[in-house]
């Protein structure tokens, strides 16, 4: 489902024109980074968690050459699915 | 960095007043879209959010784990895990306190470096190494040959003090000694050159620093010691010396080099000492042969050595010039039989190897060989050469479905390679080897029994060879 399908999906259910729910899709977009970007923890309950984790800088060595690469700390988005997701999640059929 | 967490009311309050919509439809809205994507990802759709990022399903297999309490193996079923992928934009701001910083080689500079540090370190203790070893070693040569010199003293003291009277009368010309000076510098200086080719990494500059030291001890040492015994003969005129000098010296020159660096040695003491002890300059000289008669054994053993080198690498010199001579006459013998057998069938240039008279003889029985081994492969040679006529047949063959030129030619020849004579005989039919078609009626030629021998490897060659060419023309 891409962007445009969600917000009809979502329109349909609200009884709202898109273009209103297009934008507050936008709005939630920007607070959601803002608060991430603040260094805060934004949960939703029964779906999951976004945060920015910090990667601590680490050394790697190519394994063909042998050359040792220092990479530097980063930080990342990550998304952490709630339990009760996790369990809607098992009723799916096995895969493959 | 303060970690709050936010819950979806905070979230919805800061919707409804950034978008200025009622709580309630933010609300209904957060609630909205979390199912929508819920849903899209319980019928195992990805979702994509613009800006945001995109939540996609993630099989996890099962696999096997122990359980912590009880250590039974338990196996962890697979599961779906909703795994969400950062839009490139939103990576950025993620990473945008880290932005840059970039990825830094590291190549071998740092580990050179410590290396060489640790290098540097360890030369710097080398040379005290070695100088402590080297001082030891010569230490102990030192006192090898001290041990040897003072076996040997008692032997000779008489004969030396028997020197010293002929010698002493010398001093008297102070033309001599200047003259003779330098002879000890070279000693001296040889003897600093030959110890360090014994250890090849000594320091010259140790080992002649240990060289004067053991012989400023020796020349403490013994001074005393000999010059008690001595003391007592010097007591006697200088008359008996004069007298003596004469038979002393014809027995000098029979002796060896020795006791001329004996002199040598001992007139450069004097010179050195007869400024102190004017007086005394007599006992003082028969004194200070001690040390140098050391010093000459530490020369003559060094020449000794040397000799024994010599002999043993002109051993070796000899034995390898032996073996390269006989080896040379083993070739020589090796390369005459030859000469010999193989002038045979080489006939005329092989001639020119051979002496007039072998010449003579040979020159007969070559020709009769060679006559005859080359006349099969003339032979041969014309039949391959001469264009070949069929005109006799042995059979015709009707081709039918999958046959095969080869096929045909094994049937008939019992080899296939002699397929191609078949082609030939049936050139009128086919113009290329592929041109075989159903119904025709090949001809079968009856082959030279010498042209196509299976046998004989030139005549396979040469079907192979007509192979090749009727293959490569189609």
């Given at each position: 489902m891409k962007h445009k399908g969600l917000v009809a999906a979502v329109a349909s259910k609200l009884n709202q024109p898109e273009s209103e729910v297009d934008r507050m899709l936008e709005a939630t977009v920007e607070i959601l980074k803002s608060q991430m970007v603040a260094g805060n923890m934004v949960s939703f309950q029964g779906f999951g968690s976004f945060e920015f984790k910090r990667k601590e800088e680490r050394l790697s060595v190519h394994?063909?050459?042998q050359v040792r690469t220092l990479i530097p700390p980063k930080q990342v988005v990550n998304f952490r699915q709630s339990t009760t997701l996790k369990m809607k999640l098992k009723d799916i059929l096995r895969h493959e | 960095m303060s970690k709050e967490k936010m819950n979806a009311a905070e979230i919805v309050e800061l919707l409804s007043q950034q978008v200025a919509v009622s709580k309630k439809l933010s609300d209904d809205f957060l609630k909205a879209l979390l199912a929508t994507i819920e849903e899209a990802l319980v019928s195992q759709d990805s979702v994509k959010i613009n800006g945001l990022g995109t939540f996609k399903l993630q099989w996890n297999e099962p696999r096997k784990s122990v359980d912590v309490n009880t250590g039974a193996e338990i196996v962890i079923d697979g599961y779906h895990k909703v795994v969400f992928t950062p839009d490139a934009e939103l990576k950025e701001l993620a990473n945008e306190p880290y932005a840059h910083l970039q990825p830094v080689l590291l190549d071998d500079g740092e580990e050179a470096t410590e290396k060489a540090s640790e290098e540097t370190a360890d030369a710097d203790q080398m040379p005290l190494k070695f100088f402590n070893e080297q001082a030891s070693e010569i230490k102990d040569i030192l006192s090898e040959i001290n041990a040897l010199n003072d076996k040997q003293e008692d032997k000779t003291q008489d004969a030396a003090i028997e020197v010293t009277a002929t010698q002493s009368s010398e001093p008297a010309t102070p033309e001599v000694p200047l003259e003779i000076e330098t002879p000890l510098e070279m000693i001296v200086s040889e003897e600093a050159e030959e110890k360090p080719e014994e250890k090849p990494d000594a320091k010259s500059e140790v080992v002649e620093k240990e060289i004067v030291e053991s012989s400023e001890v020796e020349v403490i040492e013994t001074p005393e010691e000999v010059a008690a015994v001595i003391v007592g003969k010097e007591a006697d005129p200088v008359v008996e010396e004069s007298s003596a000098m004469a038979p002393e010296v014809s027995v000098e020159?029979?002796?060896?080099?020795v006791k001329e660096t004996q002199k040598a040695e001992s007139r450069k003491r004097r010179v050195q000492e007869v400024d102190e002890f004017h007086p005394e300059s007599l006992g003082k000289s028969s004194v200070t042969r001690a040390p140098g008669r050391k010093l000459d054994f530490l020369f003559v053993g060094i020449m000794l050595g040397g000799l024994l080198v010599y002999i043993l690498i002109d051993f070796d010199v000899f034995s390898s010039v032996k073996k390269h001579i006989d080896s040379n006459r083993f070739r020589n013998e090796i390369v005459q039989v030859p000469e010999s057998q193989f002038v045979i069938p080489e006939e005329i240039p092989a001639d020119t190897l051979l002496t007039d008279t072998t010449v003579l003889q040979q020159d007969t029985v070559a020709q009769e060989v060679v006559a005859k081994p080359a006349e099969p492969v003339d032979e041969l040679q014309v039949l391959f050469d001469q264009p070949r006529v069929y005109k006799e047949f042995i059979a015709t063959e009707k081709v039918i479905q999958g046959s095969r030129l080869t096929r045909i030619s094994e049937r008939h020849y019992?080899?296939?390679?002699?397929?191609v004579y078949i082609f030939e005989a049936n050139r009128d039919l086919l113009?290329?080897?592929?041109d075989i078609a159903v119904g025709m009626q090949l001809k079968i030629p009856k082959l030279n029994p010498k042209l196509a021998d299976a046998d004989n490897p030139r005549c396979m060659e040469y079907a192979l060879k007509l192979h090749d060419e009727y293959v490569k023309r189609r």
């Open positions: 394994p063909a050459t | 020159e029979p002796q060896v080099k019992g080899v296939k390679e002699f397929w113009n290329s080897p592929d």
